[in-house]
Nanobody, 122 residues
Framework: QVHLEESGGGLVQAGGSVRLSCAAS????????MAWFRQAPGKEREFVAT????????YYAGSVKGRFTISRDNAKNQMYLQMTSLRPEDTAVYYC???????????????WGQGTQVTVSS
């Protein structure tokens, strides 16, 4: 059974930075692509960023490109999202997502973490 657990959320001022982590267990983490999604209050869950199984390929939503960086450490079974130049509109619950494919993806895979709240104050 795949288990994903996010950490690192919190309250940050606009313009600040936060790093989210996702710890994975239950299967060979390094064999599959991963992604981050987020859901703001009253809105649908949306894609943020994705990374291939090797970490060589990444892809970002237009709203975060240039401000967020996705990465992974396969030796530690961890994925990260470095968020900089944060804006109030980045306020959301951020979810770690796992898939059964190796390459980057936009539609979510079947595995979800419980989410971590990021609140950006203006």
């Amino acid at each position: 059974q795949v288990h994903l657990e996010e950490s690192g959320g919190g309250l940050v001022q606009a313009g600040g930075s936060v790093r989210l982590s996702c710890a994975a267990s239950g299967r060979t983490f390094s064999s599959y692509a991963m992604a981050w999604f987020r859901q703001a209050p009253g809105k649908e869950r949306e894609f943020v960023a994705t990374i291939s199984w090797t970490g060589d390929d990444t892809y970002y939503a237009g709203s975060v490109k240039g401000r967020f960086t996705i990465s992974r450490d396969n030796a530690k079974n961890q994925m990260y999202l470095q968020m900089t130049s944060l804006r109030p509109e980045d306020t959301a619950v951020y979810y770690c997502n796992g898939h059964n494919i190796k390459n980057v993806y936009l539609m979510p895979g079947p595995y979800w973490g419980q989410g971590t709240q990021v609140t950006v104050s203006s």
